[in-house]
């Protein structure tokens, strides 16, 4: 099957891998590539994002570090027929070289909950922020100039320590946000801002 229009991207799930939902939505909605960008997505679960990304023209590497997510990416992409560049198990960067124009990632944000077990699909750190923090410290040396970074994050993590991690090296270019009974996610597009010396060491 090729994939002619985004809307029709099909994708298979797996009880263990994380499905496309609100946030991924989302994120998609704010997501710009222009055509042949070199984009990385770090924790591409399905895959939903990185065959966007690739519909759209951009050179994609979809990296994970639950194995079962990098499978699923890679037999998503075959049904739709999408050409990614790698599909790679990796914890964060740690299998990632090169420079980017934009790195993706719809984080583990949720903060954890007393006597569940761990899961790397939600659990952002004990508060929820962690993985988003280091994250935003990490791929800045990963950016090329002007580089973009797309993530998503929740009220129920303080979002205190990620904007002044945002402060620190990037600019907002826009702020997206959607409020459910119980919650409200939003979807963040940065630029990485010019700096005589790095930012985060
Ligand atoms: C909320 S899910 C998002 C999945 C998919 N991108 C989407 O939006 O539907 C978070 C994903 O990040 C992955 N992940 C969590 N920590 C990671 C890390 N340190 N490095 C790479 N991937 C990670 C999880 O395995 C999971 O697939």
């Known amino acids: 099957m090729t994939l002619e229009r985004i809307s029709d991207i099909v994708i298979e799930e797996n009880k263990d891998v994380y499905s496309p939902d609100e946030d991924t939505f989302l994120l998609l909605d704010l997501i710009q590539i222009d055509e042949g960008e070199d ?110 970074v797309y993530f998503c994050c929740s009220d129920l993590a303080p979002l205190t320590r990620i904007y002044n991690t945002i402060d620190m090296g990037y600019e907002i270019i826009e702020q997206r946000e959607k409020t459910f009974d119980f919650e409200t996610i939003y979807a963040f597009s940065l630029i990485a801002m010019n700096h005589s010396s790095a930012p985060f060491i």
């Open 39 to 148: 984009i990385l997505e770090i924790g591409c679960g399905t895959g939903m994002i990185s065959i966007h990304c690739a519909y759209h023209g951009a050179n994609v590497t979809a990296v994970d570090v639950n194995e079962k997510a990098v499978e699923l990416t890679s037999k998503n992409a075959e049904i739709n027929d999408i050409d990614l560049k790698d599909i790679l198990f990796s914890d964060m960067f740690s299998e990632v070289q090169g420079m980017w124009d934009a790195i993706i990632f719809n984080p583990p944000y949720l903060p954890k909950v007393e006597g569940y077990p761990m899961d790397v699909r939600w659990d952002g750190g004990i508060d929820g922020d962690e993985t988003i923090v280091k994250f935003l410290e990490r791929s800045y040396s990963y950016l090329c100039p002007e580089g973009r």
